[in-house]
């Protein structure tokens, strides 16, 4: 009996963490994606591919801050733009 009420108490514990693991592992996610499309990436305007990376830094610097958040809601809008380049789109 002890052993299963504290076997549930460990399957909770860890259903309860993994929404704040689950969100650092998607800013790093979108992090590499972006790394992997940028290097593969045909070439852009010079004032496309700084914005780019301006945008990859505040990303990287979100993350470091522990602003998980914000990094997501970053790389998300980084991958949009290389996927609209990608597709031979404006980006935005």
Request: aromatic share 2%; with cysteine.
């Amino acid at each position: 009996m002890k052993r299963t009420a504290l076997a549930g108490l460990i399957v909770c514990a860890s259903l309860l963490a993994s929404p704040v693991f689950a969100a650092e592992d998607l800013c790093q996610i979108n992090l590499q994606k972006i790394d992997d499309t940028m290097a593969t990436l045909v070439a852009t305007s010079e004032n496309t591919d700084t914005n780019l990376k301006d945008e990859i830094q505040k990303a990287k610097t979100e993350q470091a801050a522990g602003k998980t958040e914000d990094c997501i809601a970053t790389t998300t809008q980084v991958l949009q733009r290389l996927q609209d380049l990608t597709k031979g789109g404006e980006g935005k």
